[in-house]
């Protein structure tokens, strides 16, 4: 943007030549360069999508032969074929484990997060930094304890928690609740004091304080860490992949798609696209709608204005 | 119980007093990470202690972890884990970068970037390993076509991380560019003005007032980026199963545990992990976790 104010008070003769590209070009060219530069960061972001849209058209052996995307025949095959090896079930289970763990995350974090930025506690920068550092816990340090623990379950009680949603569910949870205790400390240290203070002088207690005041004000910090909890569980692989691999009736679409290659068939290319296609573009969707919500979460920890 | 202490009686003659409210608050969501998370961590640490071959459990100390340092499976796994952590979080970072000032710059398709730039972060990891592990095969050879080059990019272990780097920061950069964007919006536009007067030009104006004020949110993208290229699973496993020349700590650790089950073992391999990236974690949160922190913490209570 207007570049043409500096001109005036510079030191000419320090000027090595190739410093100042932007000083000689005119504006339209300037502007050009702008649009081609998003031309740039949007070709990056869609082109594999497109690749994998275009690939889950044409039929498997036109696809490891040719890799021209662009050349038919185009058909729904592949999409046929996800369907009947039962693609349907893993997009449910991963609706289910990801709703349930969000559903059970966001309440709990919630109330974590308003004791931590309202209410007096003891080492509250202490619980804080440490909640930061379970946000680093490595997943694959979870997998044979719980493994263990869920077939002690098993013979005790007989409850089995492998190939179950449960299984997959308290993992998640237990591993999305520090960035989400994060994001809704961050979010209600937000909210202007005053605002409960006065309802307190009205004479609500610290709980209706908190419960009908702040929470709706809190209400898009909620989301914003309902949409990442959401997304983190639909994500997630390693955990899903050990502790639940193989049964369609639990196995999530991450396991589903990135295991394809060890069911069978020659090579599965059309149907994975297929599968691929079909899991993304609800996802881009809800993503499309809820951006502003997502945007303000990821960065609520790393800006604060 | 505690409502009943002085403190919280004199704050307030009626419901739960504040104290006690902070506690019961908290407890849940402690309670949870301590029986999901933590046990499970001290039980590993424990396992790791153990031969375990079956039902047979013998005592070894150590000796699982001596067992790891003559291990070369082990050495590659690290080996792997520091190039791709490495090599994807610079890339990651020099990407994301240039993409938050092409984003900050321009006035025109900046909304439209915006919804854009979170679909790589919402396609789920496994499918995008697929698309990349596909686009980079062989046999139809997409990626060869395009660079009119002919190179086995699964097989190669030099490739074949080639690979599942452009994936992850194909997925990842957007991510970084969009913490790195709202760091930029928080820089006020006199900052700049006042370089310029100063005769800054714009390669001075970056490096002496933008770097510098966008400091926290570096921290906080390179954080991220850092500990979760360290524990990176599903590209190395979709890529490559459990294969040496791409395994990552993780996969390694994995497939100990489930695949060819050696639990002792298998449990000294994921305490190693646990340690590196708590280790690398806490290194950065220490150095610039106060001030991180600090912002989403209150000020001190005022009485």
Redesign the interface.
């Known amino acids: 943007m207007s570049e043409h104010t500096v001109q005036a008070p510079r030191p000419a003769a320090t000027a090595p030549p190739p410093r100042r590209r932007s000083k000689g070009l005119p504006p339209w060219a300037v502007a050009a360069l702008k649009i081609l530069g998003l031309a740039v960061v949007v070709v990056w972001c869609l082109f594999p999508f497109f690749w994998m849209a275009m690939t889950s058209l044409r039929t498997g052996a036109d696809a490891l032969t040719d890799p021209n995307i662009l050349r038919g025949p185009f058909t729904f095959e592949s999409y046929e074929q996800v369907v009947d090896l039962g693609f349907q079930y893993a997009l449910r289970n991963s609706l289910i484990v990801a709703s349930v763990t969000t559903l059970i995350c966001i309440p709990v974090a919630a109330l974590a997060g308003y004791a931590l930025a309202r209410l007096p506690l003891a080492g509250k920068f202490v619980i804080l930094a440490l909640t930061l550092v379970a946000t680093l816990f490595p997943p694959v340090a979870l997998v044979n304890p719980l493994y263990q623990v869920y077939l002690e379950v098993d013979s005790l009680i007989g409850l089995s928690l492998l190939n179950s949603y449960a299984g997959m569910i308290l993992p998640y949870v237990a591993l999305t609740l520090p960035l989400a205790i994060f994001i809704l400390t961050t979010f209600f240290s937000g909210i202007p004091k005053e605002i409960e203070e006065s309802a307190k002088v009205d004479g609500a207690t610290p709980f209706q304080a908190f419960w009908r005041v702040v929470a709706p004000l809190a209400a898009p910090g909620v989301g914003a860490a309902a949409i990442l909890t959401f997304v983190y569980a639909t994500n997630e692989f390693l955990l899903a992949f050990s502790f639940a691999p193989a049964d369609l009736n639990v196995q999530t679409v991450p396991v589903f798609i990135g295991t394809f290659e060890r069911v069978g068939y020659e090579d599965p290319i059309g149907q994975v696209m297929a599968a691929s296609v079909l899991v993304s573009i609800p996802l881009i969707l809800f993503a499309l709608v809820l951006q502003r919500r997502i945007v303000a979460g990821l960065t609520s920890g790393a800006v604060k204005g | 119980m505690v409502a009943r202490t002085p403190a919280a009686r004199s704050r ?1 003659g ?6 006690a ?3 019961f ?2 407890a ?3 309670a ?2 301590a ?3 933590l ?3 001290f ?2 640490i424990g ?1 790791s202690l153990y031969r375990i071959r079956g039902f047979d459990q013998e005592f070894v100390g150590l000796g699982n972890y001596l067992d790891a340092l003559g291990d070369s499976g082990f050495y590659s796994a690290v080996f792997n884990t520091f190039v791709f952590t490495v090599t994807s979080v610079s890339l990651e970072f020099v990407i994301g970068m240039a ?1 938050a000032l ?2 900050h ?6 909304g ?21 592990r ?2 980079f ?1 062989h ?4 990626v ?3 660079l009119g080059a002919d190179i086995n990019w699964l097989r190669d272990p030099f490739w074949s991380m080639v690979g599942i780097i452009s994936a992850d920061v ?1 997925k990842t ?3 970084v ?3 790195l964007l ?2 930029l919006q ?1 820089i006020p536009r006199d900052f700049y003005e006042a370089a ?2 100063d ?1 800054a ?3 001075q104006r970056f490096w002496y007032v933008t770097l510098p004020l966008l400091k ?2 570096i921290v ?2 390179l954080l991220f980026r850092t ?1 979760d290229a ?2 990176m ?2 590209f190395a ?2 890529f490559a199963g459990y294969s040496n020349h791409l395994a990552t ?2 996969v390694y ?2 497939r100990y ?2 695949a060819e089950p050696d ?1 002792g073992y ?2 000294a391999l ?2 190693i ?2 340690i590196i ?2 280790l690398v ?2 290194a950065f ?1 220490s150095r610039m ?1 106060r001030q ?7 000020r001190k ?1 005022k009485a």
């Open positions: 307030r009626h419901g739960l007093g504040e104290r409210m902070g506690r608050f908290l849940p969501s402690f949870f990470m029986l999901i998370a046990f499970p961590v039980y590993a396992m993409f092409i984003m710059q321009a006035f025109v398709g900046r439209l970037t915006r919804v854009v730039i979170l679909v790589p972060w919402v396609v789920p990891t496994a499918v995008a390993a697929q698309v990349w596909y686009m095969d046999n139809p050879g997409f060869n076509a395009v194909w950069a957007p991510f560019a969009l913490l709202a760091g928080t310029r007067v005769g030009n714009a390669v926290p949110a906080v993208a500990v360290l524990r699973f599903d496993y979709i700590l993780s650790a994995q545990l489930i639990l298998a449990n994921s305490t992990t646990f990236v708590m974690g806490l949160i976790g991180v922190v600090g912002e989403a913490a209150p209570e």
